[in-house]
């Protein structure tokens, strides 16, 4: 039998608590680790936070212990809610495994708050995260063409997590994508140096290729059409083709080398190949196609 003001063996006292900045990192980052902590940043002065209160305390004692609430007077405790880049009252943070993963800010119906609290409080069951759910609208955005759906959905995962690898590297895709490789620099910058992610060593590898690229491709198409055993002239034509994210036009000349003399210069144009592959995405259908030409010429 549970008692009125007890929640499966966790007394409110235990679910519902204030705290500093002193003791945010306990309560709040180490203890999501263990169960979902939502925080509300509220102040003494602002009428929302006195609405919004007792309907997150509602909902929090109605989950049973799957979630903790911890408040955070802003006026008194200002450091985490300059962190967070609080710049309204009453702020909502979910936090799970030591990371904020949803957010709100304003008075909600109860109706709302009841789902939030609900939602974040499945994600200590193994549920997937809000940021995981944008990354998986992005792809499906991706799929179907949109772009635009895409860039907002990677943009709302990276204001939930500003060092999600995967929301990093998928954003940086799209300005590569779009040919903006000076924006996805800028954005590649908020990633590890070591990052492992596929995205990540996609645009890495075609800004490389962008800086060590030709800027015209008339002079070699010149000196190839003199010379088909030019291959020093359709090397440099297969690097401005791929700079100009012209990738598979610079696969078949550098196939197209190593069909004519694969040892060439230390096998520079199979070297070559591998760094566009990289840059136009180890599964993208250029890279998948190349691999079955270069095969045909290696194993005929």
Same mark, same amino acid.
């Given at each position: 039998m549970t008692l009125i003001g007890e929640t499966s063996g966790a007394p409110v006292a235990d679910l519902i608590k204030d705290t500093t900045d002193a003791t945010f990192m306990a309560d709040v980052v180490e203890a999501s680790?263990?169960?979902?902590?939502?925080?509300?940043?509220?102040?003494?002065?602002?009428?929302?936070?006195?609405?919004?209160?007792?309907?997150?305390?509602?909902?929090?004692?109605?989950?049973?212990?799957?979630?903790?609430?911890?408040?955070?007077?802003?006026?008194?405790?200002?450091?985490?809610?300059?962190?967070l880049r609080v710049q309204s009252i009453p702020a909502v943070f979910a936090f799970v495994?030591?990371?904020?993963?949803?957010?709100?800010?304003?008075?909600?119906?109860?109706s709302q708050v009841k789902a939030f609290v609900d939602r974040v409080a499945k994600l200590g069951g193994g549920g997937v995260s809000p940021v995981d759910?944008? +990354?998986?609208? /992005?792809? *499906?955005? #991706? %799929?179907?063409?949109?772009?635009?759906?895409?860039?907002?959905?990677?943009a709302q995962a990276l204001q939930m997590d500003p060092a999600n690898v995967k929301a990093?590297?998928?954003?940086?895709?799209?300005?590569?994508?779009?040919?903006? +490789?000076?924006? /996805?620099? *800028?954005? #590649? %910058?908020?990633?590890?140096p070591d990052a492992k992610d596929p995205d990540i060593a996609s645009?890495?590898?075609?800004?490389?290729l962008a800086a060590d690229a030709p800027s015209e491709t008339a002079g070699f198409e010149v000196r190839l059409a003199a010379d088909p055993d030019d291959h020093e002239a359709r090397l440099e034509l297969a690097k401005a083709l791929a700079g100009a994210g012209r990738m598979d036009e610079a696969v078949d000349e550098l196939i197209e080398i190593?069909?004519?003399?694969?040892?060439?210069?230390?096998?520079?144009?199979?070297?070559?190949?591998?760094?566009?592959?990289?840059?136009?995405g180890q599964m993208s259908d250029t890279a998948k196609q190349g691999r079955r030409k270069l095969s045909a010429i290696l194993f005929s």
């Open positions: 680790k263990t169960t979902p902590v939502i925080v509300d940043f509220w102040a003494t002065w602002c009428g929302p936070c006195r609405q919004l209160g007792p309907a997150l305390e509602k909902a929090v004692t109605a989950a049973r212990g799957k979630v903790k609430l911890v408040k955070v007077d802003i006026d008194k405790n200002p450091a985490y809610a300059g962190q495994d030591g990371r904020p993963v949803d957010t709100f800010s304003g008075a909600l119906p109860d759910q944008l +990354l998986d609208m /992005a792809r *499906e955005s #991706l %799929e179907l063409g949109d772009l635009g759906g895409a860039a907002q959905a990677y990093i590297g998928g954003m940086a895709r799209l300005y590569q994508q779009t040919g903006d +490789l000076e924006r /996805a620099a *800028e954005v #590649l %910058e908020m990633a590890p645009v890495r590898a075609a800004i490389a190593i069909r004519r003399d694969r040892a060439w210069n230390d096998e520079a144009a199979r070297k070559q190949l591998l760094v566009v592959f990289e840059a136009a």
